[in-house]
């Protein structure tokens, strides 16, 4: 079973459409979460920063740790053509002398207009 | 604009040769990590350097090097390349130590293509 599992997509949707993207994962370590966007051609630019259980908000992004449930969600609303972007999760953890982190596949969202 | 910067943007190059590519990280960062991404794999670790030391080290090959210099910009070099090497490489940076407390912040990427 890998550490982190995101669902593999691609995903289409209609502009104004509520978007939820998850990831789970297996290790209890880990307690830093992340989600990053990558549009095309470019690099990963961190989205949500969120650290232990709970939801943050930022605009019309939410991001959701559930840590009891080893599961981690982002919900985009009112989505846009210009959310068009791959999504990767991402979570860490401190090994004492260094971190690990690791990253999702991603998954391709579409927002159609 | 994440303040990294990566050069060159394209790479194309023939089986068994060598390339460098260079990063400059975000000013005030002292940490420096290599990926690759491929369509396959997803974002792979490489390698991470902090203020000129190699700190940490992920599913780099042995072909593969990398190091970081004193104004912290950071090179990595890939010889002996095969057609399987072709990705996009990226190089992220941070302030601390260590990617907890300390997200990550990437450039574009090189995009590398043996043929």
């Known amino acids: 079973q890998k550490e982190v599992e995101q669902d593999p997509g691609p995903l289409s949707v209609p502009e104004g459409a509520i978007v939820s993207l998850n990831c789970t994962y297996s290790?209890?370590?880990?307690?830093?979460f992340m989600w990053y966007r990558q549009y095309s051609r470019k690099g990963p630019e961190l989205l949500m920063y969120?650290?232990?259980?709970g939801n943050k908000e930022d605009g019309r992004f939410t991001a959701q740790v559930d840590k009891s449930s080893k599961y981690i969600s982002l919900f985009i609303r009112d989505s846009q053509p210009s959310d068009s972007a791959t999504y990767l999760c991402a979570m860490s953890y401190y090994t004492g002398a260094n971190s690990k982190l690791t990253f999702g596949k991603g998954i391709t969202l579409s927002v159609r207009p | 604009d994440s303040g990294v910067t990566q050069t060159p943007k394209h790479l194309i190059t023939a089986t068994g040769q060598r390339v460098t590519l260079r990063c400059s990280p975000r000013?005030?960062?002292?940490?420096v990590y290599w990926y690759q991404q491929s369509l396959d794999q997803g974002l792979q670790f490489l390698i991470q350097y902090y203020n000129g030391e190699e700190r940490a080290k992920g599913n780099i090959l042995e072909r593969f090097s990398a190091q970081q210099f004193p104004d912290l910009h950071s090179e990595l070099n890939l010889s002996s390349l095969e057609l399987g090497d072709s990705a996009l490489y990226f190089c992220a940076s941070s302030v601390g130590l260590g990617t907890g407390d300390s997200p990550l912040h990437f450039g574009n990427g090189t995009r590398l293509t043996v043929t």
């Open positions: 000013s005030g960062d002292l940490s």
């Open positions: 290790n209890s370590a880990f307690q830093y």
């Open positions: 969120t650290y232990s259980s």
